[in-house]
Nanobody
Framework: QAQLVESGGGLVQPGGSLRLSCAASGYTLDYYSIGWFRQPPGKEREGLSCISNNGNTYSVESVKDRLTISRDRSQSTVYLEMSSLKPEDTGTYYC???????????????????WGQGTQVTVSS
């Protein structure tokens, strides 16, 4: 069964950086767009960033200056690098795969078919 696995979360101090990874088990990510989502404690999940299978990217305005999404085809892995982390970045981070290209303007959960279990990011001093 196809699965996505996130890794790289943890506890980081405000102002710090993290790199999250999203890898596939059972299939290759090459033909999918990959999105990253965040669910803060007690809040709804929100889309952050997306990379299409052709390498085009989109990140939401509120985080685009601090997030970089990238793809390593040799490793069939997608990364989300986060910098200047703030306590409000705390949450569970999920990656998801979609057969559709990323859309400008939003990262919508409804178009993503496969989801990982999430990795916890806590930003705290």
């Amino acid at each position: 069964q196809a699965q996505l696995v996130e890794s790289g979360g943890g506890l980081v101090q405000p102002g710090g950086s993290l790199r999250l990874s999203c890898a596939a088990s059972g299939y290759t990510l090459d033909y999918y767009s990959i999105g990253w989502f965040r669910q803060p404690p007690g809040k709804e999940r929100e889309g952050l960033s997306c990379i299409s299978n052709n390498g085009n990217t989109y990140s939401v305005e509120s985080v685009k200056d601090r997030l970089t999404i990238s793809r390593d085809r040799s490793q069939s892995t997608v990364y989300l690098e986060m910098s200047s982390l703030k306590p409000e970045d705390t949450g569970t981070y999920y990656c998801a795969a979609s057969p559709l290209k990323c859309q400008d303007g939003a990262v919508k959960a409804g178009v993503f078919n496969y989801w990982g279990q999430g990795t916890q990011v806590t930003v705290s001093s």
